[in-house]
């Protein structure tokens, strides 16, 4: 016999014992071997208010049905450290630990026995036992609040009989029955009775496994689907078989019932769905136009539509009746597995597997929601055209694309660079595109996508550009030190301005287009003559690189963000050079200045934070988002203020500091963000993944 020794934490939730799946259980800091299995979890103190709790009572009960559950398991409980237990945490639960060991053998048995597929089996019991694995019980007789004593009926059930795991489970809508569905080795579907656990039917007939379970509204049939190619029609009530629906010719992964129980639509990895009338068993319509197996489908509460989702990473909006397509809703970017409609009929959310995001999407076409793709990575740069018409992306793909607003239609692609493209800019004419990657600029004829010119010179990487206000000249500042201003009507250089000591970060150009202002790994900002190349001033005061850069609408003052370590946004009087305010706490990467210029706001960690640029005061500090936020953008009024992280978009009242509005984005981080000049309700956001997303405010709404 085998025995490993290992740790074993335990918990109660209303006097039941449980586990969850945790792989970084530690217990005040004190972590368990690697050879142990381990359950965690915790009961809420509130239950033992007012009342001593006998730990020692709690612990042998748990012993004890632990002891009866899995063979081969000693658990044992030690004088010191052999037993733990924390003060009551934030969520208000107790943790218990004590030492155990098992059967290894005897253990890895066990778990075989255990209904679970290849998927699941890691995150609810270990692959191997003496690895760093969990294993889930549910053993104990829940019971009254304050003992451990009380009613021996059981709230939570095991429904044992399928001999393999399980794939599938539906209610009835009564609520008094359970179908499942049983993997391969098994291929049953099973009726059990909720209230007592008893097996009512079992039915057989599947010769693969069964993928799908549904149940009619009125509770009268099953369906079925399998990886043998069939859909299979049972009475609820008597267990037998009434109709063998053939047609697909690859495994059927999901199936939906219409709400008045007339039809089922069945989805196959043979790239179709099939829409059956339940009564007869007749095929009414195959509906093709996915490229890849369908994985998911879901009918719309007044059963005139059909949703569903493919390997092909699209999501389909069929009519039922007629059988047509009606739309395809791009958006995820691995197979989407799961689609569900909200009961109104008006969103349809659909879940990714590889992209791991949940999107919630209008189903009709007047959404206010548009997410355009093309870009298959990051999108790092956006620009909106000065007549709002358009939005330029640049991407990690080392490609350039031009959007119609509007519509959210793919216009062209302008493809040359040879690296990601970071920063796009537009002329103020709307004619021409500025793009720059670490290796060139670009311009581009915007009507046409044609390449004008690629502007070469820097030894080395290009990190910034900026296009002066009348649309005549780019300037760049690079990691050779220098700036370097071009014609853009010719793509000539016309001159190269040396003055920092170190790699240059950002550039900007008075808006009168009469200065430059640049910033650079030598902590200073320096101040050129635009026309002469003549430098004017140098600024210092940063103690590390100057990484932010803006000037204001009037062209008085610089505000410029210094890197982390100097952690101050600070503003300078541009004609003197006198440094006005430090404007201490910051620590993020964006910074911007109200078109007012009443405002700074600066991104500090999780935080926003606004000054009065007058006085230097702080004004707000907004809080609210759970990552690092990346990207400011000030709508054209001056009202608010438009802020992304990881965790989504937010709009924010300048004046009050309140939160207007926030949207999603599933935990793909927003990599840049602009408001269109026009429309300040017009928000455009790119993601990590390429997609760009145009959003329109409503009230106090974002989709």
Partial sequence: MAMVKGILECSVILGQAWGVAVSDASIQGWQPPRNSGRILGGFPSQLFAGQSLDLQRLVQAFVEACSTQIPGLNPVVNEGAGFTYTEPDPMGSFYVALEASYDAEAFRAWLGTLPVDDETVSVLVPRDPRSDGVFRLSTLSPRTPGSLTGSDEPRERTLEGHTRGVWAVAVTSDGRRVVSGGSYGDETVRVWDLASGRLEH?????????????????????????????????????GRLEHTLKGHTSAVNAVAVTPDGRRVASGSADETVRVWDLASGRLEHTLKGHTSGVNAVAVTSDGRRVVSGGDDNMLRVWDLAAGHLERTMRGHTGWVDAVAVTPDGRRVVSGGRSDKAVRVRALDSDSLERTVEGHTDMARALAVTPDGRRVVSGGWDHTVRVWDLASGRLERTLKGHTDSVSKVVVTPDGRRIISRSCESVRVWDLASGRLEHTLKGHIGCIEDVAVTPDGRRVVSGGGDKTLRVWDLASGRLER?????????????????????????????????????????????????????????????????????????????????????????????????????????????????????????????????????????????????????????????????????????TGLLKVCSCVVSPLDPTTIVYGDEQGNVVVLTLRGNTLP
């Fill in 202 to 238: 079992t039915l057989k007939g599947h010769t693969g496994l069964v993928k799908a379970v549904a149940v009619t509204p009125d509770g009268r049939r099953v369906v079925s689907g399998s990886a043998d190619e069939t859909v299979r029609v049972w009475d609820l009530a008597s």
């Fill in 496 to 664: 190269t301005l040396i003055g920092h000591m170190h790699r240059i970060l950002r550039v900007a150009v008075t808006p009168d287009g009469q200065r430059i202002v640049s910033g650079g790994d030598d902590n200073t900002l320096l101040v050129w003559d635009l026309a002469t190349g003549r430098l004017e001033g140098t600024l210092t005061g940063h103690t590390r690189a100057v990484v932010l850069l803006a000037v204001t609408a009037d062209g008085r003052r610089v505000v410029s963000g210094g890197a982390y370590g100097d952690n101050t946004v600070r503003v300078w009087d541009l004609a003197s050079g006198r440094l006005e305010h430090t404007l201490n706490g910051h620590n993020g990467e964006a910074v911007a200045v109200s078109p007012d210029g009443r405002w700074i706001v600066a991104a500090s960690g999780n935080e926003l934070r606004v000054w009065d640029l007058a006085s230097g005061r702080l004004e707000h500090t907004l809080t609210g988002h759970t990552s690092a936020v990346r990207e400011v953008a000030v709508t054209p009024d001056g009202r608010r203020l438009v802020s992304g992280s990881e965790d989504g978009v937010r709009v924010w009242d300048l004046a009050s500091g309140a939160e207007l509005a926030r949207r999603s």
